[in-house]
């Protein structure tokens, strides 16, 4: 009886691991990896690929000066008006997806004026700031899409700094955005814009806008067993 029952005890002793080892194979665990593929803080006056076009005596052109200036301590890229930046990107290793990060600074006189994102000639936010209390803004919204305004600085990282030129001896006249997406990517090639749009043409003094600190890293989610 004694034997019988040691029997028994071994047999489910085995089923138990058998069991066991079995949910082990099947747990899935997706460990992301990360490379930074663009780094740029301009501290080395080094815009690092990146074109600006803006308007030069009427004309819609490629800048050919070094769009890189002093800010509050740091070098960014700036200060643009009515112009465009664009960033393309090469040979970039084996991922699934992009994380894009930088520092947007909106410049003394904003009056929800346009701004725009573009990843891959796709626009992924079109949107208004504005740095005047009397005058509300579409971000984090986009512009005239039937979204209700938001007060004047609204989800920004930082509203304590003086503005970069009109507003130069007012707290407040510069609004400091953190900007982050990840989008689901897989090419080999990533293109990168931004560009404004408004009041002021051709006014840098009245209106602009600079980014610092831009990071782009590809993501790959490797899948274990």
């Known amino acids: 009886m004694l034997k019988i029952f040691s029997n028994i005890k071994l047999i489910i002793c085995c089923l138990f691991l058998l069991i066991h080892s079995s949910c082990i194979k099947e747990v899935v665990t997706n460990v992301p990896k990360i490379i930074e593929v663009y780094n740029n803080n301009f501290e080395l006056y080094d815009q690092k690929k990146i074109q600006v076009q803006g308007h030069i005596n009427g004309t819609f052109q490629l800048f050919k000066n070094i769009s890189i200036v002093d800010y509050n301590g740091s070098k960014v890229l700036g200060n643009l008006n009515n112009s465009k930046i664009d960033l393309k990107l090469d040979s970039l290793p084996l991922h699934n997806a992009l994380n894009i990060q930088f520092d947007l600074y909106i410049q003394d006189n904003w009056r929800n004026d346009m701004w725009k994102m573009v990843f891959d000639n796709n626009e992924v936010l079109v949107t208004g700031f504005s740095n005047n209390k009397d005058r509300q803004q579409a971000y984090p919204n986009w512009i005239n899409a039937g979204y209700t305004l938001n007060p004047a600085g609204s989800n920004a990282f930082d509203l304590t700094l003086k503005g970069a030129c009109r507003y ?19 090419d080999s090639t990533f293109k990168f814009s931004a560009s404004d749009a408004g009041e002021f043409f051709e ?23």
């Open 168 to 186: 130069s001896k007012i707290i407040g006249g510069t609004s400091h955005y953190k900007m982050e997406r990840t989008i689901i990517h897989s």
């Open 203 to 225: 006014m840098t003094c009245d209106r602009s806008w600079s980014i610092d600190n831009l990071k782009i890293s590809a993501i790959y989610n490797i899948t274990t067993k």
